[in-house]
């Protein structure tokens, strides 16, 4: 794995000899691949493309506290332990907490500039897709949120992942490692790429989208399908996770959290079924101007 690309030279104040990690690398590709992703669709239905970076500023400002805070939550422990320094860590990431914030801050700043909400979420159905696959890319290149320990030919080890996939790491996480798998492979073991079972399964749902959203539907019904389809990724994803946070017998909170965003999608779904499909804004104008 490559959890650093390069350490910036020391003489750069401030920052100078700070590592730039690869999961950062792909995070900023993650948002800047959704930015273009919604200006090419705002473009398509006669919308201002140029908003699209007035709300993609606020899905980053969004997704980073957003992902920070609900890390801080599931580890309130480690906050006690060391104080606000805590905080401002470089690990410590949560997608569903980053999705939550970045929502609402997305919504609000469509409001404020007259956009039509539903129509909104469309054009952001299949960027949040593809941005998830290039953001999980990096958690693979830096070894973080790998699965549980297997001797099939899809293991992958990381012994410089974050943690590395050690038999005391997966310990942590509440695994017990088979005997027969550290007697084979030692210290080191080899986990499920989780992060590549996402990567995969998100562009499959990036596709489907790409592919439905030129249909004529009501406005909302294409980010009701990510959701759905977002909610099922996860839930399946997370039975191979390497996770502490069972806290639901079998199921993570992840893991519960996608069964709402399954039972939202598919509601939503059927509420827009039976409604007229929603015009592209350029259709509208045109209609405007004839009258």
């Not at 990381?158 to 490692?177: A, D, K, Q």
């Not at 959290?257 to 079924?273: P, Y």
């Not at 499909?277 to 509208?284: C, H, I, R």
Request: aromatic share 14%.
């Amino acid at each position: 794995m490559f959890p650093v690309l390069f350490t910036l030279p020391d003489w750069i104040p401030f920052l100078g000899g700070q590592p730039i990690t690869t999961f950062g690398v792909m995070m900023f590709f993650s948002f800047v691949t959704a930015g273009l992703i919604a200006r090419s669709e705002m473009r398509r239905l006669g919308l201002d493309e140029e908003k699209a970076w007035d709300l993609l500023f606020m899905a980053v400002v969004g997704g980073i506290i957003g992902a920070k805070m609900y890390y801080v939550f599931l580890n309130y422990d480690q906050l006690q332990a060391q104080g606000f320094s805590y905080i401002f860590n470089r690990g410590g990431m949560v997608w569903y907490g980053g999705f939550g914030l970045a929502a609402i801050l997305v919504l609000w700043e469509a409001k404020k500039s007259n956009l039509h909400v539903p129509t909104i979420a469309d054009v952001g159905a299949p960027a949040l897709a593809l941005a998830y696959a290039v953001g999980r890319l990096g958690c693979f290149l830096v070894g973080d949120d790998y699965g549980r320990p297997t001797d099939s030919w899809v293991g992958i080890a990381f012994p410089n992942g974050s943690p590395p996939s050690t038999v005391e790491s997966l310990r942590r996480f509440g695994i017990e490692p088979d005997p027969a798998l550290i007697e084979r492979f030692g210290n080191v073991l080899p986990v499920h790429p989780t992060q590549l079972y996402e990567v995969a399964m998100s562009l499959v749902i990036f596709f489907i989208l790409w592919r439905m959203r030129t249909t004529q539907r009501a406005a909302g019904w294409l980010f009701m399908a990510w959701l759905a389809m977002a909610g099922v990724e996860r839930f399946v994803v997370e039975i191979f996770r390497a996770k502490d946070d069972r806290f639901f017998g079998a199921l993570t909170l992840a893991q519960m959290i996608s069964i709402g965003l399954i039972v939202a999608g598919i509601w939503g779904l059927m509420h827009l079924k039976g409604r007229p499909p929603t015009p592209p804004a350029s259709k509208k104008r045109a209609r405007a101007k004839a009258r």
